[in-house]
């Protein structure tokens, strides 16, 4: 279901993106205006697919028993930094390549205006959104999120040990995590100027928590239903009292992670093998869809007819060569700065023990 889930919103990105940006989704609107209408608008919403599962999949790994556990919070931060940041500076190196090249064929607002050196050093250190820096990416914002959100659950669990002691504490950190989503979705969320900040967030990232927690079949089904509702219980109050598609979107891809992790699901055949094929790239497609769509649009924008056949196999083609060169990053850049990072950190480790 992760992988379901990731394939199919990674599409919905790229497309949304194809719609909202380029000046092929312009003309192609001329003959399908409710789609181009829904993909630039509503398909963003595929973004709290991520936000849940980044939740998910934090909880698996950092609290698979919502226990309190003593972490080391700096290294835990920094192999997060290590996983996330090298391919993210690799694909905003290319987008700034990829606007300069698209400024020669066409004018239009998706264009970045060229890199200074505060703005890519801002990038790098995944804070160019708070310190104000206009994205070089379209998505860059949630790579910068993503982190934030992370940082935070760390810094929980590592509160919630010093105050937890030796003492075994089931409720605290599901409690902190309710305490602070309830925050997140009943101020945060309704203030667009924080959405550079986690704490925007953290009331879809905590459902995806809480759903790792109540879905894992080891778990009683008295203490399931209980941690569910502490941390699900905000989302629902703060649905009644303003009502948000993204929150309502997010509540329902976390139930849905619930009900699989308690169920046994049928995942052979070709076609899971596309799906899981599609969601390990993901990443790298979030990362590089945004320059490649950039020149396509620049290349049929210079040499190709405004018709809009003409400009909607513009964006097959676009879309396609995302999916192409996703792939080729996720193993050529990606999957390389993972072992590379991997190595450097286990030699460090190995000359600290001796």
């Known amino acids: 279901m992760i992988n379901l889930l990731k394939a199919v919103a990674a599409q919905l990105i790229v497309l949304h993106h194809l719609a909202f940006y380029g000046p092929m989704a312009d003309h192609v609107r001329l003959i399908l205006p409710d789609l181009i209408d829904w993909l630039a608008g509503s398909a963003r919403l595929a973004v709290q697919v991520f936000l849940v599962v980044g939740g998910f999949l934090a909880a698996k790994s950092l609290a698979p028993s919502a226990q309190p556990v003593m972490v080391e919070p700096l290294g835990a931060i920094w192999r997060r930094y290590a996983k996330l940041a090298p391919p993210f500076i690799a694909a905003t190196l290319i987008a700034a ?25 801002a990038h790098a250190a995944l804070a160019h959104g708070v310190l104000g820096y206009p994205s070089l990416s379209a998505g860059a914002w949630y790579v910068a ?3 934030q959100l992370y940082a935070m659950m760390v810094a929980i669990l590592w509160l919630a040990a010093r105050i937890s002691g030796p ?21 945060f969320n309704l203030n667009s100027d924080l959405d550079n900040w986690g704490p925007y967030f953290f009331g879809s990232y905590g459902l995806g928590l809480a759903a790792w927690w109540a879905g894992d079949p080891r778990r009683k089904t008295r203490g399931a239903v209980m ?13 009644a009292v303003n009502f948000r598609s993204r929150l309502a979107l997010a509540m329902m891809v976390a ?39 950039l020149l396509v649009n620049a290349a049929f924008t210079r040499f190709v007819p405004a018709d809009p056949v003409l400009q909607g196999l ?4 676009a ?13 050529w850049v990606e ?6 990072l991997q190595s450097s950190s286990r030699t460090s480790s190995a000359a600290q023990r001796a």
């Open 319 to 331: 879309w396609g060569a995302s999916l192409a060169a996703g792939a080729a990053f996720h193993r």
């Open 314 to 317: 513009g964006m097959l083609t």
């Open 255 to 293: 139930c849905a992670l619930v009900i699989c992790g308690r169920a046994e699901i049928e995942k052979g055949g070709r076609i899971w093998s596309v799906i899981n094929a599609l969601a390990r790239t993901s990443y790298s497609v979030f990362l590089i869809h945004f320059p490649v769509c």
């Open 145 to 147: 999120i993503d982190f």
């Open 335 to 340: 999957v390389p700065l993972g072992r590379l």
């Open 227 to 239: 941690v569910q509702a502490a941390i699900f219980l905000p989302a629902l109050v703060a649905l």
């Open 97 to 121: 390549i990829a606007s300069v090249l698209a400024s020669q064929w066409m004018d239009h607002d998706s264009i970045s205006a060229p890199a200074t050196v505060g703005q890519l050093a």
């Open 167 to 187: 003492v075994r504490r089931a409720w605290l950190v599901p409690s902190m995590v309710a305490v602070l989503g309830g925050f997140s979705v009943m101020y």
